[in-house]
């Protein structure tokens, strides 16, 4: 069921975005050749401890992280361990954060010291594919119009799209209705109404759009090992555009 949040509501939501916005600052100078993933988990969860919240994702379904860490090919659910960064690297942030029972849900990618040109177009055409998506939020438009947007500039850009991986709802659970696709049609899906938030999401391949996930059962990566870029912000819907919830 797809939830209208209250003002209330909203302004504890954007506390906990805010926290994730933080805990993404934190741990940039720390995002070096030589640090491994579990050490950016530790840290990242005793800042979110330290500001009055519980990590979102440990134990979510079993995972054991506080933080996903995906690396190069991997694309979302990267389980925190004793792999290093090293300089050429990218690397998916993606942090959850739950404040007085709501939570906040923010992915970014991050560069590791210098990367290819192809990574740095990766990133920077995921990143605006993802403020394309925000741009069709506002109340009155439908679902279909941020997947569609998504979509299109992913395809203008020769950037493929991961569809087995959606947004979703946020609240006072960490996934909620509605799914929020990053392909769709123009004027089809749901009706955004005003005070529904949602994590708009999209995780782009630079080569093939399929993916498979490792016996791990989280690590979801590329089929053909080519670099994937994830970025997300959870916004609420307003009349007449949005509010990013995992900012400042």
């Known amino acids: 069921m797809v939830t209208i949040k209250s003002d209330s509501e909203i302004q504890l939501l954007k506390i906990a975005g805010n926290i994730v916005y933080r805990t993404h600052q934190y ?6 050749e030589g640090i491994t993933t579990k050490e950016l988990d530790k840290l990242a969860e005793d800042f979110i401890l330290e500001n009055d919240a519980t990590p979102s994702f440990k134990g979510y379904g079993g995972f054991p992280g506080s933080i996903c860490a995906s690396i190069n ?20 942030i993606d942090i959850g954060a739950c404040y007085k029972g709501y939570h906040g849900d923010s992915a970014w990618t991050y560069a590791v010291g210098e990367v290819s040109e192809e990574k740095k177009y990766l990133m920077k055409h995921t990143e605006a594919a993802l403020f394309e998506g925000l741009n069709e939020v506002k109340a009155g438009n439908r679902i279909g119009d941020i997947g569609f947007a998504i979509e299109s500039y992913a395809k203008k850009h020769n950037l493929a799209v991961v569809k087995e991986l959606v947004g979703h709802g946020v609240g006072s659970n960490l996934h909620e209705s509605p799914d929020v696709p ?24 630079l080569g093939t759009a399929n ?13 053909d090992e080519k670099p994937s870029a994830h970025y997300e912000h959870t916004v609420a819907v307003t009349k007449d555009g949005y509010q990013i919830l995992t900012g400042e």
């Open 182 to 205: 990053n392909y769709g049609n123009k004027g089809k899906g749901l009706v955004l109404k005003e005070g529904m938030v949602i994590a708009v999401e999209p995780m782009l391949n």
């Open 73 to 92: 090919n991997e694309v979302v659910h990267g389980i925190p361990g004793d792999r290093k960064l090293k300089t050429g690297d990218i690397v998916s």
């Open 211 to 223: 993916i498979f996930i490792l016996d791990d059962d989280w690590t979801i990566i590329t089929a």
């Open 27 to 32: 741990l940039k100078p720390f995002l070096k």
